[in-house]
Each structure stands twice: as C-alpha cells, then as structure tokens.
C-alpha cells in the first residue's frame, strides 16, 4: 500500500534551550543566525509544498524584558539545579539592547512564520519548561503553559500542540496539557536510547549509540502507523529522527547520513506509515550553505515520494486529526 505522511517540526527556541550548557560567546553565532535561517526554510518549504509545525517557546513572542515580565507565570520553577532556570541570571540580568534582544526574542520572526498560513504554530512551553528536573512541581507547569497559550493568543494564534524540553513528560503532565487544550505532543522514538532520562549514570553510551544510528540503522526507522496508549485521547505524534546539523569533521560520511534519513522516508512513503523529522532552527545558524543543501536532498527525495506512493506533508496537529 502506498501513501504515508512526513511531519516536520522545528523547536524554535533561540538562547533559551541552552542556557544552562552553551554560554552566549559560545553559541553566538548559531543564535544569530537564526535571523537568516527561519526565512530560508519558508522559502524552501514553499518551493517544496511543505507544512511544518514550529514549536515556539513563549519567551519569543515578546519584544523585550519589559514585555516578558508582564506575561510572566503565577508561579515559577524552583529547579534544584539553578542553573535550568531562565529566570536567574537571565531574565533578571537582561539588558535592553538590540543584540540582546537577538539572542532572547523573535516576535518578527513569528509573525512570518504565521503570514505561512500552511504551518502550524505550536508550543514549546513558556520559559523552555523541563518536566522532568528535580525541584519544580506541576502546578508550576500548568501555570507555564498557560502563559504560553496566553502570550500566542494575543498573536490570534490558538495552540493545539506541544514539544517537551528536552523531550521531557510523564502522564501528569500529558494531563495538565489536556486541561489546557491541547490535543498532541511529540514522543520519543520506542527505544532506550532515546527516553527523556535525567540519570546521567548511561548518558555517554546512549550519546554514542545515538551517533551512529544516526548513520547506521541500529534501532530501525521508527515510523508508525498510529501510536495507540493508554493515554490515546492526546495523541503521540513520535518522533522519528533528529535531524543532525552538519558537522566539518565528518562531512566524508555526510551521504551515509542522508541515505538514513531518505531510506526511512522511503520505508514510509511505500508502507502508509508517518516519519516525523525534526530539529532547532539553531543547529542550521552556521554551516548553513551545507545544512540547506541537505535539507533540500531530503525535501527532493520528499517531492519524488509525494508523486511515486502519494506520500504527503502535514503538521502535528494535521496529524492528529487523521488518528481521530
């Protein structure tokens, strides 16, 4: 049987997804050059008829400090680790410049991705929210979440869809967000290597394996038909594969990565199955001549499989429906 869909989601999330592991001088020119490379993948996903669903962390929206501070949360996370919390050395030290302002905000940004009325905007919580860490409760996410669907609806946008941090859940937590409205999240894929685990004791091995199943096919291609739970009312929209940036020091095997990522589409396309690709809009921020060349081979292999076995783009929430 021929036919399938390819979902695509991009955790967009500029300094706020790594704050407490890259430092601002470290990472600044993949921050930055988000600037460039959010209109290039609208660009690209016209050209190829692709819908695809950014997951936005709420931060983004506003246009400076003044701005998040008024759309703050009732209650904050106290993380054990302080270093997982935005708002401490963060948002509390922020100065009101325009660099500053590049590194922390994108309302710009998001309006163009919503004048693409094919893509969905979706959530990636509030603050860039870890469910899993030790120290912050429930309730402080329930409150975060709300903030985020809050700061979007003042954008006319009305959030069915939610990314994890880190890919980090649980079922109170897939709860809250039914509460809430919302009707999907991303999964991980159905193996140890990749389940969200704050136990650090397998981190390296499961880092290494991940690596080369990157480029080999250890743990198969994580495509679905539906992903049936007992959970089945929010449904799980599994990702498939991260889609690594390119790397200089292992451009000699960049085909044998490509051929990965294709094989899977292809292994969908002709089984009626979903392959849902995703990454961050910073991991294109540099290399970005040799990232968009890999992405466009993905996107041509996509256009032949959309002719050839009717396979199709949709978004997360698109995706969701189908599964009703």
Known sequence: MGGGKMVISLDFELYWGVTDSKSIDAYQSNILGVQSVIPKLLYLFDQYQIK????????LFCHNKKELLEHLPKTLPKYKNKKLSPYINHVDKMK????TRAYYFAPELIQRIKNHSQHEIATHTFSHYYCLEAGQQATDFFYDLEAALKIASEYQVNI???VFPRNQYNRTYLNLCEELGIQCY????????????????FLWIKKGIRLLDHYLNITGHHCYERIRSK???IKNIQASRFLRPYTPSLSWIESIRLKRILSSMTHAAKNNLTFHLWWHPHNFGIHQEANFKFLESILKHYQYLNVTYQ????TMAECARSQQ
Do not use: E, M
């Open 311 to 314: 396979f199709s783009s949709c």
């Open 231 to 233: 959970h089945d009312s």
């Open 52 to 59: 695809a669903t950014f997951a936005i962390v709420g931060f």
């Open 186 to 201: 991303r999964g991980n894929p159905k193996h140890w290597i990749y389940q969200a685990d704050i136990n650090k004791t």
């Open 160 to 162: 069915t869809s939610i």
């Open 96 to 99: 009101d410049d325009d660099l």
